[in-house]
């Protein structure tokens, strides 16, 4: 599992909390609760049109970066061009300060298979 292979890396994982996609209200539970074990490290695994619901829930409760809590993302990847097309980009794009985004690196050679 995704909490499992942080474990020997050194890493705690204090919880995992499950979301399901597509829904606010279920990204807003999975946020709260997440709050509860006082974490100041983020790693979330987020779709990008579940990314405002997500960016808002945190915002909420005061989950964000300019707060002290850093968030890792994988693969977001297009986030500022979704940014652009939000409503409200200079809100998201503020509420993304404190994200870290991961992607992964394919060497070219590897690319075509």
Do not use: C, K
């Not at 990204?27 to 074990?37: D, K, P, T, W, Y």
């Not at 829930?57 to 850093?70: C, L, N, P, S, V």
């Not at 794009?93 to 590897?110: C, K």
Request: glycine share 10%; charged share 15%; proline share 4%.
């Amino acid at each position: 599992s995704f909490a499992s292979g942080f474990g020997g890396a050194g890493v705690q994982i204090l919880t995992a909390q499950p979301y399901t996609r597509g829904s606010s209200q279920s990204i807003s539970s999975a946020v709260q609760a997440a709050a509860g074990f006082g974490a100041r490290v983020i790693v979330v695994v987020v779709y990008t049109e579940d990314l405002a619901a997500l960016l808002d829930a945190a915002q909420a409760i005061g989950m964000t970066g300019d707060r002290g809590y850093a968030w890792v993302a994988a693969d977001l990847i297009g986030a500022p061009q979704w940014v652009e097309q939000t409503d409200n980009p200079e809100r998201y794009a503020r509420l993304l300060a404190g994200w870290v985004h991961l992607s992964t690196l394919i060497p070219r050679e590897r690319q075509a298979l």
